[in-house]
């Protein structure tokens, strides 16, 4: 191949690449256009929707006693009320509690244990409450806390992508 062939694909080349780049200026610029149009409305609509989460939190916070049972509802499309969040392990004498599991739980000792003899606490949060006990594992911070999210989901994605967007972080500051 003769370099003058080279040079000419490199010209064909550099002229589609250009083009690309071009193309995706344009895109940019039209996402950045539909943006600044757009975006005052959604940070009122945000400034509204937090807003309103405040005051739905707080209003399920002073009415505990209303989700006494059934804990939670759906109301509107949205999950309110009070859930059970998963607490934090509590290991207290470590050797003790490699001991037991090598005693009680023999078959899952490898995963449960680490090499240096101490308990896997993220393997131990899996293990039901009453191996737990049986460890000498107790479980702390399992405290009910407010559970208020859509059943649909697929807005809580474009607000977080929201949220996330520097203009927007702007106005919350």
């Known amino acids: 191949m003769q370099m003058q062939e080279i ?22 610029d039209e996402q950045e256009s539909a943006k ?8 009122n609509s945000l400034a509204r929707f937090t807003a309103a989460h405040g005051e739905l939190k707080e209003a399920i916070e002073v009415s505990k006693d209303e989700f006494k049972s059934p804990k939670t509802r759906v109301l509107h499309g949205i999950k309110v009320g009070w859930m059970k969040q998963r607490g934090k392990l509590e290991i207290g004498d470590a050797d003790n509690v490699v001991r037991l599991i090598r005693k009680l739980l023999p078959d899952q000792a490898e995963t449960l244990i680490k090499t240096t003899d101490k308990p896997v606490a993220a393997a ?17 911070d399992d405290i009910d806390a407010v559970v208020l999210k859509p059943v649909d989901g697929e807005l809580d994605k474009l607000i977080a992508a929201l949220i996330n967007d520097e203009d927007v972080e702007a106005v919350q500051a």
């Open 36 to 43: 600044r149009r757009r975006i005052q409305g959604i940070k």
């Open 7 to 28: 040079e000419s694909r490199a010209k064909v080349f550099a002229s589609a690449r250009d083009e690309l780049a071009s193309r995706l200026q344009d895109l940019r």
């Open 124 to 140: 131990l949060s899996n293990l039901a409450a009453g191996d737990l006990k049986r460890l000498g594992v107790r479980i702390a």
